[in-house]
């Protein structure tokens, strides 16, 4: 009864701009931690940035370049990433933390946006 909807991937040339964002739907009481995942080919998926009610946490490779934000009010999060680079490619998946209108805690996944980083 829950689903996470991303959007905002593509294709960008390096040094580029994307804002990627991720929408939470259906029978939600509240969200404790929303975050972005990434896999590329061949590769583990990975922790890119998380946030939550202390605040936000990245991956060492993308700090100073991406910035996590959240709309409560729309149980959305959103991922800006500036200065992109060729090793920034991979599938961006959206992860929540939601707790039901019957007040049990599960863990969501988005469907996965491409992001291609190349000239």
């Known amino acids: 009864q829950v689903q996470l909807v991303e959007s905002g991937g593509g294709l960008v040339q390096p040094g580029g701009s994307l804002r990627l964002s991720c929408a939470a739907s259906g029978s939600i009481f509240g969200i404790n931690v929303m975050a972005w995942y990434r896999q590329a080919p061949g590769r583990q998926r990975e922790l890119v940035a998380r946030i939550d009610s202390g605040g936000q946490n990245y991956a060492d490779s993308v700090k100073g370049r991406f910035t996590v934000s959240r709309d409560n009010a729309k149980n959305t999060v959103y991922l800006q990433m500036n200065s992109l680079k060729p090793e920034d490619t991979a599938v961006y998946y959206c992860?929540?933390?939601?707790?039901?209108?019957?007040?049990?805690?599960?863990?969501?996944w988005g469907q996965g946006t491409q992001v291609t980083v190349s000239s």
């Open positions: 992860n929540a933390k939601i707790v039901s209108t019957g007040l049990n805690m599960y863990d969501y």
